[in-house]
């Protein structure tokens, strides 16, 4: 009997552990039934395909996105059946999605509508949120967890800006998905510092045309790594240059 009550008591506390691991939140969907109305967007990754991100995607509202920040973060999402609208789920079913988007606030609604301040809600692919939802809902209660990526391939490094400004957009993250800082160093130059600009795109004020350049990247959640040599000295604007290195945590 003793036994059995500790046992119970394990596993509600486990139980408890498990849920709180879990917010509440909103999902729509967009995009068409291909998903190709999510291609480009806030955080610069253009074909998401090619990105390393396909079709499991989301918007992020403004809460959510950081202003950027979360570009490529991972959400595990279930559609939560004890919340008005849960009629519409599909029970059992969970999807992991990668942030790519904003989903900014329409103030012609009360509160900037589903996307406005202070509302955790994801836009996610029309194939996303079919997964967990009934298209006839066009909106479902969601329980949502921030989760670590899984990736096919290595990092990815797409350039562009002008003789005198780099502009990379980082992409294909593992691990925890999105860049926290980058540097690059030219052939001629040591590490210089970037900053974020828009996204997923970080700037350098250097101009680095003609030199073949590494990179250095501190993912958000703490692992460094030098892709050194990775951008050949004839590599040109428009360009992308995929690694074989990637980020675990």
């Known amino acids: 009997m003793a036994n059995s009550l500790m046992l119970c008591t394990v596993v509600a506390a486990c139980l408890a552990l498990a849920a709180a691991d879990w917010s509440p939140g909103t999902a729509t969907f967009y995009g068409g039934v291909d998903g190709s109305g999510t291609m480009g967007g806030a955080c610069g990754y253009d074909n998401l395909y090619n990105a390393g991100y396909g079709v499991n995607n989301a918007a992020l509202s403004t809460t959510l996105f950081n202003d950027g920040a979360s570009c490529g973060q991972c959400y595990l999402i279930t559609c939560d059946g004890s919340r008005p609208g849960g009629q519409y789920c599909k029970p059992g079913n969970s ?3 990668s942030a790519t988007n904003l989903c900014p606030p329409n103030y012609a609604l009360p509160n900037g509508g589903w996307c406005g301040p202070g509302r955790p809600h994801f836009d996610m692919s029309q194939p996303a949120w ?5 298209y006839q809902a066009g909106i479902v209660p969601v329980l949502y967890q921030r989760v670590q990526c899984s990736r096919t ?3 990815r490094f797409s350039m562009a800006g002008s003789n005198y400004f780099l502009l990379v957009n980082i992409q294909n ?3 925890s998905g ?3 800082a980058a540097w690059v160093k ?3 130059t040591g590490w210089i510092q970037m900053s974020r600009n828009w996204g997923a795109n970080w700037q350098a004020l250097a101009g680095l045309v003609g030199q073949g350049l590494s990179f250095a990247v501190t993912s958000t ?3 460094y790594i030098q892709f050194l040599n990775v951008v050949p000295g004839w590599w040109q604007f428009g360009m992308a240059f995929s690694t074989n290195q990637n980020f675990v945590y």
């Open 95 to 97: 999807i992991t999605v």
């Open 130 to 134: 079919e997964h967990i939802g009934v």
């Open 153 to 155: 391939g290595g990092v």
């Open 173 to 175: 993250l593992g691990g």
């Open 178 to 180: 999105s860049v926290g």
């Open 186 to 188: 030219g052939d001629k």
């Open 221 to 223: 959640g703490g692992q």
